[in-house]
């Protein structure tokens, strides 16, 4: 297996008494995308700015690695292997979209002929070819965020840190955003994504770490993390009484609906689960019309692991939503 793009072991930060990260450990694998989620001032743009060598660490923190380069060591090959999308806008107003894309070229020290190219590339790739001569102070908000990205890939960066890229954008914009995002990562880049969106990491994180209180309660994929939280269940529906009638005498730990012909179990709907609950009507020799898995959502996760870093232990309401 590939290096990961990403290894930090034991990251810890504070400013005077404060702890802003208590020693957290974050693996990326690469050309995946990682989404740290937590409050404001959780401490994600600390994170964020440590790891693309913007602040150093706590000398208490373990080995930290980006690209295959030690942080502390060896910055300079850190910065050179990545690139980074802060909250606000690096693109410069005064000047065009085009002069913004050339000036990072100069920055990256490309020959004048490779930026030229690079830059009409990459204003072609994000829709911006038309509006390149233009200042990039008359720029919608999605523009110029598909502008700072573009800026950020002059240097062919391996690893991408995008913090709340897509913050205060509309809709549409936010979805061609996260567009942008899974083409970056098909063409080979790791992303390291921070959002306060839950639906976004929902959508394009393969693995998701919550921090809160300088800690990361819990990580994994969306799906994982759903199943922390009690409250999921497995909703059977009948059209036949009788079926309805000899099913719910199998399935005696189900709540029944006889109005609704409805049996609802208890469950985390892994496919072990559902199996089980199959074969157990198929022995009874009956079927239902129609079964839907009910789990909570990124919403209840998040709360559930900001408001305490252990999981309630009374189960969440189910939610009558499929998710």
Known sequence: MSDPAIAANGLRKSYGETTVLDGIDIHVPAGTIYSLLGPNGAGKTTAVKILSTLISPDPASGPLRVGGHDLTTDPQAVRAAIGVTGQFSAVDGLITGEENMLLMADLNHLPRGEGRRVTA???ERFDLTQAAKKPASTYSGGMK???DI???LVGNPKIIFLDEPTTGLDPRSR???WQIIRELVTDGVTVFLTTQYLEEADQLADRIA????GKIAAQGSAEELKRLIPGGHVQLRFTDPAAYQTAALTL???TRDDQALTLRIPSDGTQRELRTILDRLDAAGT???ELTV??????DVFFALTSTTSIPAQPAQPKEAVR
């Open 121 to 123: 590339e990459l204003l």
């Open 145 to 147: 965020r598909r502008l």
């Open 150 to 152: 573009a800026m950020t």
């Open 175 to 177: 979805h061609t955003m």
């Open 210 to 213: 919550v921090l809160t209180n």
């Open 252 to 254: 005696r730990e189900a």
């Open 287 to 289: 079927e239902a019309d």
């Open 294 to 299: 009910h789990t909570p959502d990124l919403d």
